[in-house]
Nanobody, 122 residues
Framework: QVHLVESGGGLVQAGGSLRLACAAS????????MGWFRQAPGKERAFVAV????????LYADSVKGRFTISKDYAKNTLYLQMNNLKPEDTAVYFC???????????????WGQGTQVTVSS
C-alpha cells in the first residue's frame, strides 16, 4: 500500500508559480502510474496530469498544457507538479494519486493523498 502526502499549496497572484510535492511512503513510486487531479469549489474532481513509469511519458489536460509540468524524483520517492503562469481558474484542491493503469479517470487510481489547496488571486 502507498501512502501519499501533498504539500506546496498556497496563495499566489495570477501569473505566479507554485511547485506541489507528493511524498510517497510504504512503497516506491517507480512501479506506479502517478497522477495529479484537482477539484474546484462546486465541481467534480478533474484530471490534471499523469506520468507513466518506466518511460516517464506524460499527458496533460488541455487547460494546463504548456504551463504545468509533472515529474518524479525516484531518489526522494516524490512526485512533483510545477505550475507556472497560474490563473484564477486554477484555484482548486490538488490531489496526487497512484495506480496501475495509465489513465485520466479517477477509477484508474488506487491510492490518493489528502489534497493541498491552491488559490490564485486575480
Amino acid at each position: 500500500q502507498v501512502h501519499l502526502v501533498e504539500s506546496g499549496g498556497g496563495l499566489v497572484q495570477a501569473g505566479g508559480s507554485l511547485r506541489l510535492a507528493c511524498a510517497a511512503s510504504g512503497r516506491t513510486i517507480s512501479g506506479y502510474v502517478m497522477g495529479w487531479f484537482r477539484q474546484a469549489p462546486g465541481k467534480e474532481r478533474a484530471f490534471v496530469a499523469v506520468i507513466h513509469w518506466p518511460a516517464d511519458s506524460t499527458l496533460y489536460a488541455d487547460s494546463v498544457k504548456g504551463r504545468f509540468t509533472i515529474s518524479k524524483d525516484y531518489a526522494k520517492n516524490t512526485l512533483y507538479l510545477q505550475m507556472n503562469n497560474l490563473k484564477p481558474e486554477d484555484t482548486a484542491v490538488y490531489f496526487c494519486a497512484a495506480g496501475s493503469k495509465y489513465g485520466t479517470r479517477e477509477r484508474d487510481y488506487d491510492y490518493w493523498g489528502q489534497g493541498t489547496q491552491v488559490t490564485v488571486s486575480s
